[in-house]
């Protein structure tokens, strides 16, 4: 069973960055054949796909949030990250960390529970 888990501060100032984690249990972040994501909920919203590191260490971004995000990883602790920079209040959302399988139909099968973060002066 894997687990997820995120972690970061729940209130961040407008032009200031977002930093949030996510650690996994129970599954490598190196393994084959996993993407590892970043995902968001604004309130009264759909979901918006972030971004996500891939087993190998490559990262891919929404276009629409490409030039403010970076996501990484710290593969001995078995962890991921998500860094937004520049940060405005439409940055309010349920933030989600997840596993996609890539086999055979690019499913996400594991998830964290959320956080909640809010931009605001």
């Known amino acids: 069973q894997v687990q997820l888990q995120e972690s970061g501060p729940g209130l961040v100032l407008p032009s200031q960055t977002l930093s949030l984690t996510c650690t996994v249990a129970g599954g490598s972040i190196t393994t084959y054949p996993y993407h590892w994501s970043w995902i968001r909920q604004p309130p009264g919203k759909a979901m918006e796909w972030i971004g996500y590191i891939g087993d190998s260490g490559n990262s891919h971004y929404n276009p629409s949030l490409k030039s403010r995000t970076a996501i990484s990883r710290e593969t001995s602790r078995n962890r991921f990250f998500l860094q937004l920079n520049s940060v405005t209040p439409e940055d309010t959302a349920t933030y989600y960390c997840?596993?996609?399988?890539?086999?055979?139909?690019?499913?996400?099968?594991?998830w964290g529970q959320g956080t909640q973060v809010t931009v605001s002066s």
């Open positions: 997840a596993r996609m399988d890539l086999l055979p139909n690019r499913k996400y099968d594991y």
